[in-house]
């Protein structure tokens, strides 16, 4: 499954989004087919548009884009896109890993917010992951929000100077 919406990120688009997972993609799908990591055979990912903040859109349009590795939705044993939505959800309203605020700052959770960890946020960047362990969400959710920094990094340099991003 591919969702996607449009950004508000100068550089941090759809695209970009989809070609950091592309590139996670062969250590994703090695720790989908290892039962000790991934037990669900299902991982999937959310990434949150850097740019939409709980300050200028809600929760559902700063997601940007979505991706399902593994089994088919109808195979599934858990709402493992709704829980990485509650991951992201999480990093995207406090502006930090999940694990570190289920761990250290509980005390700002809410009624209804998950308990469940594996969401990251990198100088602003969102991702989620949900079907492997804890932390194993956590590391795919890390190198794919390293990627997209990456990615965005690679796209400023290869930029002409301008005064204004367009």
Request: one cysteine or more; hydrophobic letters at 40%.
């Amino acid at each position: 499954m591919d969702t996607a919406r449009t950004s508000d990120s100068a550089l941090i688009d759809r695209d970009l989004a989809a070609r950091a997972i592309e590139m996670a993609r062969p250590m994703i799908e090695a720790g989908t087919r290892d039962s000790r990591i991934n037990g669900s055979g299902v991982l999937h990912v959310v990434v949150m548009d850097p740019a939409r903040t709980p300050l200028n859109a809600s929760f559902e349009e700063a997601i940007l884009y979505e991706h399902t590795f593994g089994r088919q939705r109808t195979e599934w044993d858990a709402d493992y896109a709704g829980f990485a939505r509650a991951k992201a959800r999480l990093s995207w309203l406090h502006g930090q890993d999940s694990f570190r605020l289920q761990t250290a700052e509980a005390h700002r959770l809410r009624r209804g917010d998950t308990t469940l960890w594996g969401s990251v946020c990198l100088d602003g960047i969102v991702a989620a992951a949900s079907g492997a362990e804890a932390e194993f969400d956590e590391a795919y959710s890390g190198t794919i929000a390293m990627l997209l920094r990456a990615l965005a990094k690679e796209a400023v340099r290869q930029r002409p100077r301008e005064l204004y991003y367009r």
